[in-house]
């Protein structure tokens, strides 16, 4: 299936919004919920899978079933442009970042990225996912056992947290921590090893294991990956919201007064 040939614009800075361009009867898919606005004259329909699938209806059940072993939402949202028009549909991340188009037909039509780094790809691109090669890269990797394959040869649009870190490698080897890594090339070799001795690891505070990037392709990495972000919330919210005293925060000051503290 030939990919839509979309146009877009992105916005913004460090809350960026991608705003795609329809022709009439064109379509982007999306993942549910990444929608901003949309003009009048597109319509928008939730699907089972990317709407690739063969085989009927036991087709698309079996896609949407691994989209649920990705830990991704069952559904896809598919917005058309119904009118006879051009007319514009944007999408934008959860979270603090950088949304980063890549033309899937510059890079021999395949892209694997991290789960939740999807966010919306032209029609005909297939969004299926991949088990990562070895059973430490899964067991040890941060993210677990499952990739997302993007597949075709149109755009499709991934988010990074923080700002964006584009490598290209060239028989080169990169160590990276593993929840910095959003997407890379098939062709990179994706494994994880030990971070040095057994001290370094345990005190060193970057973790039990790096994860290793060797090859020739690009690789796309994120300076604030969201799980380093929500630890942090988790780990400051006594401070915030508890019944600490001396606290300069607004938040810390109302909360001792709600409690009768002050």
């Given at each position: 299936?030939?990919?839509?040939?979309?146009?877009?614009?992105?916005?913004?800075?460090?809350?960026?919004?991608?705003?795609?361009?329809?022709d009439?009867?064109?379509?982007v898919?999306a993942?549910?919920?990444?929608?901003?606005?949309?003009?009048?004259?597109?319509?928008?329909e939730?699907?089972?899978?990317?709407?690739?699938?063969?085989?009927?209806?036991?087709g698309?059940?079996?896609?949407?079933?691994?989209?649920?072993?990705?830990?991704?939402?069952?559904?896809?949202?598919?917005?058309?442009?119904?009118?006879?028009?051009?007319?514009?549909?944007?999408?934008?991340a959860?979270?603090?970042?950088?949304?980063?188009?890549?033309?899937?037909?510059?890079?021999?039509?395949?892209?694997?990225?991290?789960?939740?780094?999807?966010?919306?790809?032209?029609?005909?691109?297939?969004?299926?996912?991949?088990?990562?090669?070895?059973?430490?890269?899964?067991?040890?990797?941060?993210?677990?056992?499952?990739?997302?394959r993007?597949?075709?040869?149109?755009?499709?649009?991934?988010?990074?947290?923080?700002?964006?870190?584009?490598?290209?490698l060239?028989?080169?080897?990169?160590?990276?921590?593993?929840?910095c890594?959003?997407?890379?090339?098939?062709?990179?070799?994706?494994?994880?090893?030990?971070?040095?001795?057994?001290?370094?690891?345990f005190?060193?505070?970057?973790?039990?294991?790096?994860?290793?990037?060797?090859?020739?392709?690009?690789?796309?990495?994120?300076?604030?990956?969201?799980?380093?972000?929500?630890?942090?919330?988790?780990?400051?919210?006594?401070?915030?919201?508890?019944n600490?005293?001396?606290?300069g925060?607004?938040?810390?000051?109302?909360?001792?007064?709600?409690?009768?503290?002050?």
């Open positions: 299936m030939q990919c839509h040939e979309i146009d877009y614009e992105i916005i913004g800075n460090d809350m960026q919004i991608v705003e795609i361009e329809l009439p009867d064109e379509t898919i993942e549910a919920g990444a929608m901003n606005y949309m003009e009048d004259g597109i319509t928008f939730a699907k089972l899978g990317d709407g690739s699938e063969s085989g009927g209806l036991l698309k059940l079996f896609q949407a079933g691994k989209r649920i072993l990705a830990e991704e939402s069952l559904f896809l949202t598919h917005f058309t442009n119904r009118s006879s028009q051009k007319r514009r549909v944007a999408f934008s959860p979270y603090p970042g950088k949304i980063i188009p890549v033309d899937l037909s510059k890079i021999n039509g395949d892209l694997l990225c991290q789960k939740d780094a999807f966010l919306c790809a032209a029609y005909g691109t297939r969004i299926d996912i991949a088990f990562t090669k070895r059973f430490g890269t899964g067991l040890f990797g941060g993210e677990g056992f499952i990739l997302e993007l597949s075709g040869d149109g755009l499709v649009f991934i988010h990074a947290g923080g700002m964006v870190i584009k490598k290209n060239n028989g080169e080897t990169l160590r990276v921590d593993t929840g890594i959003v997407a890379f090339e098939e062709s990179i070799d994706y494994s994880i090893e030990r971070a040095g001795n057994l001290k370094s690891m005190f060193g505070g970057e973790g039990l294991f790096l994860a290793t990037l060797s090859g020739t392709g690009t690789v796309y990495l994120q300076s604030l990956p969201f799980s380093r972000l929500a630890d942090r919330i988790i780990e400051n919210a006594p401070k915030l919201f508890g600490q005293k001396g606290e925060s607004i938040l810390g000051g109302l909360g001792r007064l709600i409690d009768g503290d002050d």
